[in-house]
C-alpha cells in the first residue's frame, strides 16, 4: 500500500505582493478526484484529492491569472486530469505531461492540441530514482519536432554527476525546485554552484519554487530567497516562478501560499525582473499571449 499524504493549507493567506496582470503559476498540481481520474497502481504515494476547482480558487486568492499544470508521478504517464483541467480553464493554462516511448505521435499530437508544451522527468530518489535512460532518450529525441521542452526532477546530490548529459540535450529545459538544493549548505555548495553553471547556457531554464523544500530554517523560508536571488540575477530571462501546490511530499514544511508569494520581492526585488519571472518568461516558453 502507498503512502497517503497531507493536503495542503486550507487557509490561505491573501498575499500583500500584488501580482502584476497575466501572472503565471508555472508550477502546479491537480490531483484527481480518483473517483473520475485514477491514480497510477504503481505511484509512491497517494494525495488526498486536489481537483482543479480547488486550484482556481487558490489562484483567485493570490491574484493569479496563468498557470501550468505539472504531471505528477501519483497520475503516471495518464495525463487525463491534467488535460481535462487545461479545456476547463479556457486557455488560462498549460500543461507538462509525463510519457514513456510507448506514446504513439498521435498521442503526442493530441496532447499538444490540449496544451501540453512540454515533457517531465523524475530523477529524485524518493519518487522512485533515475528512470531508464534508453526511455528517456528515446523521448527526448521526439520533442524537438513538437517545440516541446523538458522538465527534470533532479536531486541536488546528482546535479553534477548529470551535467555532461544536461548539456547535450537538444532542447530547451527546465530544472525544477531551484535544483531541490539545500540552504543549509550555502550558495557556494558544488550543486549550486554547478546549477548556475548550466543557467549560463541559452536552452537552460529554471524554477524558483519549492522554497519549503530548499529551506532549512522552515516558515517563511526567507533562507531560500538567496539561491532564487542568485539563478534569477544569472538568467532573469529563463527563470519561472510556481507554488508547487497542493505540495506533495514535503513532510512537516507544509507553507502557505499566500507566504510563498510574499517571497517573491525577496527574489526579485526589481519590478522589471518580477514581471519577467511572472509574466514574459512564462508567456515565451508556454505560448501565452502577452
Known amino acids: 500500500m502507498t503512502k497517503p499524504i497531507p493536503g495542503p493549507n486550507p487557509n490561505?493567506?491573501?498575499?500583500?505582493?500584488?501580482?502584476?496582470p497575466g501572472a503565471c503559476d508555472a508550477h502546479c498540481h491537480v490531483f484527481g478526484p480518483a473517483a473520475i481520474f485514477p491514480f497510477a497502481a504503481d505511484r509512491s504515494?497517494?494525495?488526498?484529492?486536489?481537483?482543479?476547482?480547488a486550484l482556481d480558487a487558490l489562484?483567485?486568492?493570490l491574484g493569479i491569472e496563468r498557470s501550468v499544470i505539472v504531471q505528477a508521478s501519483c497520475h503516471g504517464t495518464d495525463n487525463a486530469a491534467c488535460i481535462?483541467?487545461?479545456?476547463?480553464?479556457?486557455g488560462r493554462w498549460r500543461g507538462v505531461a509525463i510519457?514513456?516511448?510507448?506514446?504513439t505521435d498521435s498521442e503526442l499530437d493530441a496532447l499538444d492540441a490540449g496544451g501540453i508544451r512540454g515533457v517531465r522527468f523524475n530523477f529524485v530518489q524518493h519518487l522512485?530514482?533515475?528512470p531508464d535512460m534508453d526511455v528517456f532518450n528515446r523521448v527526448v529525441a521526439r520533442l524537438p519536432d513538437l517545440g516541446w521542452h523538458l522538465v527534470l526532477h533532479l536531486d541536488a546530490k546528482d546535479i553534477e554527476e548529470l551535467t555532461p548529459m544536461i548539456r547535450r540535450l537538444p532542447v530547451p529545459f527546465v530544472i525544477d525546485h531551484m535544483g531541490r538544493v539545500e540552504a543549509k549548505e550555502g550558495l557556494q555548495q558544488p550543486s549550486f554552484l554547478a546549477l548556475l553553471e548550466l543557467m549560463k547556457m541559452d536552452n537552460a531554464w529554471v524554477k524558483v519554487c519549492g522554497s519549503e523544500r530548499v529551506s532549512s530554517a522552515g516558515a517563511p523560508f526567507t533562507d531560500s530567497a538567496p539561491f532564487a536571488a542568485a539563478l534569477i540575477n544569472t538568467a532573469p530571462d529563463r527563470v519561472l516562478w510556481g507554488t508547487d501546490w497542493p505540495h506533495p511530499n514535503v513532510g512537516?514544511?507544509?507553507?502557505?501560499?499566500?507566504?510563498?508569494?510574499?517571497l517573491i520581492p525577496l527574489f526579485a526585488p526589481d519590478p522589471?525582473?518580477?514581471r519577467k519571472l511572472l509574466v514574459d518568461n512564462p508567456a515565451r516558453l508556454y505560448d501565452f499571449s502577452n
Open 12 to 20: 490561505t493567506r491573501t498575499p500583500n505582493f500584488k501580482m502584476p
Open 45 to 53: 504515494y497517494t494525495p488526498p484529492d486536489a481537483p482543479k476547482e
Open 59 to 61: 489562484h483567485k486568492t
Open 84 to 90: 481535462d483541467a487545461i479545456a476547463w480553464s479556457g
Open 99 to 103: 510519457v514513456d516511448d510507448h506514446v
Open 128 to 130: 522512485g530514482g533515475r
Open 252 to 262: 512537516k514544511n507544509m507553507p502557505n501560499d499566500g507566504d510563498l508569494v510574499d
Open 272 to 274: 522589471v525582473n518580477q
